[in-house]
């Protein structure tokens, strides 16, 4: 089983609809938890971070955490065709100070004007 | 959010010769940067974390006499290839962690290696 999991799609979706990206992890004490987009050529940028459960609201974006079930999920409301591109999960490991971060396979968004 | 620089963006070696990345943290002090490597179509994997002032601590796999790792300040970190074979041409991408509870890593620009 790999550490960190997602569906690598494409997922797509029609523009202005909510594309929903989900994550699962093996690490059951894994403490936190980050969703990076990444571009065609590009290095990851980082779209946010969460740690407690529950939803964590940013703009358009919504991470949603749920530790029973070893479960990350990102919303992305009203969603852009500039939207289009690959959704990384991670998650830190064990050692959280350790700042090692183990990366799902990522899902490819399609947004479709 | 922090900004990380990496560079030459763009790089080509022959086999037999080595090429030197450069990982800066701009405007933060870095003690502990990472180095991983991208393949096509596939995610990012790890290769090794770079310490300030002692060795770097390589994944498992990973050749550490290819991939000689060099932290010598709290904003500078450095990767030099040892070209050997076309495989080795990847995409290499630095990152920092910025000092904080929060603990999310800030990417260089990455570099595309082709090793020919």
């Known amino acids: 089983q790999k550490e960190v999991e997602q569906n690598s799609g494409p997922l797509s979706v029609p523009e202005g609809a909510i594309a929903s990206l989900n994550c699962t992890y093996s690490d059951r004490g894994s403490q936190s938890f980050f969703w990076y987009r990444q571009y065609s050529g590009k290095s990851p940028e980082l779209i946010m971070f969460i740690y407690s459960n529950g939803d964590k609201e940013d703009g358009r974006f919504t991470a949603q955490l749920n530790k029973a079930s070893q479960y990350v999920s990102l919303l992305i409301r009203d969603s852009q065709p500039s939207d289009s591109a690959t959704y990384l999960c991670?998650?830190?490991?064990?050692?959280?100070?350790?700042?090692?971060?183990?990366f799902g396979q990522g899902t490819t968004l399609q947004v479709k004007p | 959010g922090a900004v990380v620089s990496q560079h030459p963006s763009w790089v080509i070696c022959k086999s037999g010769t080595s090429v030197k990345i450069e990982c800066r943290s701009l405007d933060f002090q870095a003690t502990t940067m990472f180095w991983y490597r991208q393949f096509p179509k596939q995610s990012l994997m790890l290769m090794a974390t770079s310490n300030e002032g002692s060795k770097a601590t390589y994944e498992q796999g990973v050749e550490k006499d290819k991939f000689l790792i060099n932290h010598a300040s709290l904003t500078l970190s450095t990767l030099t290839v040892t070209c050997a074979h076309p495989e080795d041409s990847s995409f290499y991408i630095c990152?920092?962690?910025?000092?904080?509870?929060?603990?999310?890593?800030?990417f260089g620009e990455g570099s595309r290696l082709t090793v020919l």
């Open positions: 990152s920092a962690r910025r000092a904080g509870a929060t603990g999310e890593l800030f």
């Open positions: 991670a998650v830190n490991g064990k050692k959280s100070n350790t700042g090692k971060l183990i």
